[in-house]
């Protein structure tokens, strides 16, 4: 079966990278837009199926086997890696050398990163970096966007071995027909999508760090499964009038879900882990089937020129937009001003995706040119290589005493949340005009002095979310132990939508006086102190801590990761929250 390009595609990859960049980018208004990966997933699950060579799962007629060898295997792992790392290496080099310049202060140690994205694995180690909460906060990285890059590399070394498998399938059904045959397979698909999606779903746990999920090679499974499920569906080419006008109905319809869990969902929720990233894995694999019934109008639409040069340029984009998004965050340069922000970020994200798309296209026809042939894979793409890891050593020891700081840093906090407990059970938990305080693991630093100086009850977690501490005022509330000033320090953790800092506010109650700290030093903290700034403005008896002005210039205040307080910031931070409840 002749391949034939497929309309609409390249406008399906706008979608998603339009959803993706704009998450990093505006988190605050489009908390869902990180669902945008999952199409990214299910076309390439879909693709994965269109581009075998010998197509069993479309073939009606014959008990067509696959002739997998390592030389099939060898060839399209040699297209893959053409297709992904001239442009991952160039923007490796192009980023560590730009932070390393303009933002040498978050320049860390990026040679264990570097290398687990070079070698397809950064999920894991990113995995692996987030059960150390304080490694992860520690080491603020252009690159963690990454994770995707491995998962990609991951499926595409599964995917020879998964045509194997469905060959041994066909070998063992013998004598049954191909439709029997291929059926086997679509349902053999779907039930392990399913376990996937239940795998995600049943393990969440609100209490855990989800990184496990989010980046697992397994939990992550279901949306490129839905896509090969999609791509052996047997679609007539000429579908019936009424078929692509229902196609055209249920696009319609399943763009506006789409459209609005980009805005209305959040990406941190539980109910995103247990449902949210299942349904819309369908719903991408559903909005695919009905372009492909109705390649005549759909396709058309998503032809159109903008959205296909988006699509064309997606990969691209997704490798640039964090680097720049993290460099414009870290210098500063564009202010408070979130519009001019957003215009900033738009345009040289736009433009550094161009130069990238014309640099490394020259890069593979270099390497690709015969006189390069023999060398072609010894010299150029080694030299890539090497430059990666040879700048990333150099970060690697500019940032060396890093870890040391993290390692302190964990203990002095993990001790803290131990005497804060003693502490607490010593205050007179019916004495409603005591102060509580509700906060995240800044705010856990600044815990003994918080009790010490205010008398104040103390509930602060390490990687507390916003929805958390609204759940844990209700608790206090409904125990009766909530005092009638509460002091809140919580966004250092992620962007929630704004309903959550609501559901804070209207869980704490308006007969009771909120003061609530902003944030600092996070790469989202503009977002998350816009958010706040807004929930102050709304509601009379909430009121600004600015602890970001307040602690601006004053790096002495702060370990290594320009988050979290050392003494003498944790004396500040004290002495500015006393002054502000007075």
């Known amino acids: 079966m002749d391949r034939v390009r497929i309309k609409g595609l390249d406008g399906l990859r706008a979608v998603a990278i339009m959803g993706v960049v704009a998450y990093h980018m505006l988190p605050e208004v489009f908390p869902g837009g990180l669902l945008g990966v999952v199409l990214f997933f299910v076309l390439m699950g879909y693709l994965m199926v269109y581009s075998v060579k010998k197509d069993i799962f479309l073939n009606k007629n014959t008990d067509a086997d696959i002739d997998i060898n390592f030389g099939y295997a060898w ?18 080099i192009v980023v560590l050398l730009v932070v390393l310049i303009a933002v040498p202060k978050y320049s860390n140690g990026s040679f264990k990163e570097v290398t687990s994205v070079i070698l397809g694995y950064n999920n894991w180690w990113q995995i692996f970096q987030n059960t150390s909460y304080f490694e992860r906060m520690s080491n603020s990285s252009p690159f963690t966007h990454l994770w995707y890059i491995g998962l990609t ?6 995917w020879p071995f998964m045509i194997w498998v469905a060959d041994r399938i066909y070998d063992k059904l013998g004598a049954k027909t191909a439709t029997y045959k291929k059926h086997v397979l679509m349902v053999s698909v779907l039930l392990l999508a399913i376990v996937s999606g239940l795998e995600m779903s049943l393990l969440y746990n609100p209490e855990l760090d989800p990184s496990r999920l989010y980046y697992g090679t ?15 569906i047997s679609i007539d080419g000429d579908s019936s009038k009424k078929k692509k006008i229902m196609a055209r109905i249920a696009c319609v319809i399943l763009m506006a879900v789409v459209m609005g869990s980009y805005i209305l969902v959040d990406g941190s929720s539980a109910f995103n882990f247990r449902f949210m990233m299942q349904s819309i894995s369908a719903v991408f694999a559903l909005i695919v089937l009905c372009v492909l019934i109705d390649q005549d109008f759909l396709g058309k639409v998503l032809e159109w020129r903008p959205l296909r040069l988006v699509g064309k340029y997606s990969y691209e984009i997704y490798l640039v937009m964090y680097p720049v998004i993290f460099v414009v965050q870290k210098r500063e340069i564009a202010g408070q ?39 072609k894979i010894n010299f150029a793409t080694l030299a890539l290589v090497f430059l990666c890891i040879g700048i990333s050593l150099i970060q690697t020891h500019i940032g060396h005493n890093k870890a040391s700081d993290a390692e302190r840093m964990q203990r002095e906090l993990l001790a803290q949340q131990e005497a804060i407990q003693m502490q607490n059970e010593k205050l007179n938990d019916n004495n409603i005009n005591q102060i509580t305080c509700i906060g995240d693991s800044v705010m856990l630093g600044s815990a003994e002095y918080l009790q010490q100086n205010l008398g104040a009850y103390v509930d602060a977690k390490v990687s507390r ?8 005022a209700k608790q206090l509330k409904d125990e009766g132990t909530l005092g009638g000033i509460v002091v809140v320090h919580l966004g250092t953790n992620g962007v929630s939508k704004m309903s959550e800092y609501q559901r804070l ?17 996070v790469d989202w903290k503009d977002s998350s102190n ?31 990761d320009g988050i979290h307080l050392n003494d003498t910031g944790r004396r500040a931070y004290t002495k500015l929250v006393q002054d502000s409840i007075k």
């Open 75 to 92: 060839n399209y792992y040699k297209k893959k890696i053409k297709r992904i790392y001239p442009a991952l290496l160039i923007t490796i």
């Open 465 to 472: 979310q916003v929805g958390d501490g609204a759940d844990l």
């Open 505 to 521: 506010v209207d869980n704490i109650g308006n007969k009771r006086q909120i003061y609530w700290v902003n944030c600092h030093g």
């Open 153 to 158: 590399v991951q499926y595409y070394i599964l």
């Open 530 to 560: 816009e958010i706040i700034n807004k929930i102050v403005e709304d509601n009379e008896n909430v009121h600004l801590i600015d602890w970001d002005a307040a602690s601006k210039d004053h790096e002495e205040y702060f370990f290594n």
């Open 337 to 375: 001003n979130r519009l001019v922000y957003a215009v900033l970020c738009f345009v040289l994200i736009m433009a550094c995706a161009y130069g990238l798309k014309k640099i490394s296209k020259y890069v593979l026809q270099l390497i690709e040119q015969k006189k390069f042939v023999k060398y």
């Open 218 to 232: 397994d939990t992550r499974a279901f949306s490129i499964l839905l896509g090969m499920f999609i791509g052996m």
